[in-house]
């Protein structure tokens, strides 16, 4: 069985706060490096890599994402689309705990995969999201 990739971060911001960092458009590309993202459910945006192209607002070799889930302000779930292979699952819940906000993320989809496909891929994202995204995340929350 392939395994999800999660990550979780408790974050010092109320989650009203932490939800406005994870879906203002103004936001959004200082934690994900994303373009032309807009909080509407069926919204395609962009992940870019590339910091040239995405300063740019090059899209070219970047992943689609489709928002599917708009939940304010516990749930965004949006769809990864890698070039030419089915997509995966990005799922963001937020919930409120003492002193500020539970954040947990489970990127999912995997099972459609051969472990061994997809092991570096995973292992390379689970370490994106737990140690870049994640914690700029709870740096423009709390900021």
């Known amino acids: 069985m392939v395994a ?3 990550s979780i971060i408790e974050i010092a911001a109320p989650r009203e706060h932490v939800w406005r960092a994870l879906t203002d458009p103004a936001l959004v590309p200082l934690w ?4 032309r993202f807009q909080p509407i459910a069926g919204h395609i945006f962009y992940l870019q890599p590339d910091r040239a192209r995405r300063d740019s607002d ?6 689609a994402c489709r928002i599917e889930i708009l939940d304010y302000p516990r749930r965004l779930s949006f ?4 070039p030419d292979v089915p997509d995966t699952f990005v799922d963001i ?4 705990i ?6 947990r993320l489970v990127h999912s989809g995997w099972d459609q995969f051969d472990d061994r496909e997809t092991e570096d891929v995973r292992g390379g994202l689970g370490q994106a999201w737990h140690t870049v995204a994640l914690p700029r995340l709870r740096a423009v929350a709390e900021g």
């Open 4 to 6: 999800e990739v999660q």
């Open 32 to 35: 994900m490096g994303c373009l």
């Open 58 to 63: 090059d899209v070219t070799n970047a992943i």
């Open 79 to 82: 769809s990864w689309g890698f």
């Open 93 to 96: 819940r937020l919930r409120n």
């Open 98 to 103: 003492p002193g500020g906000t539970h954040v």
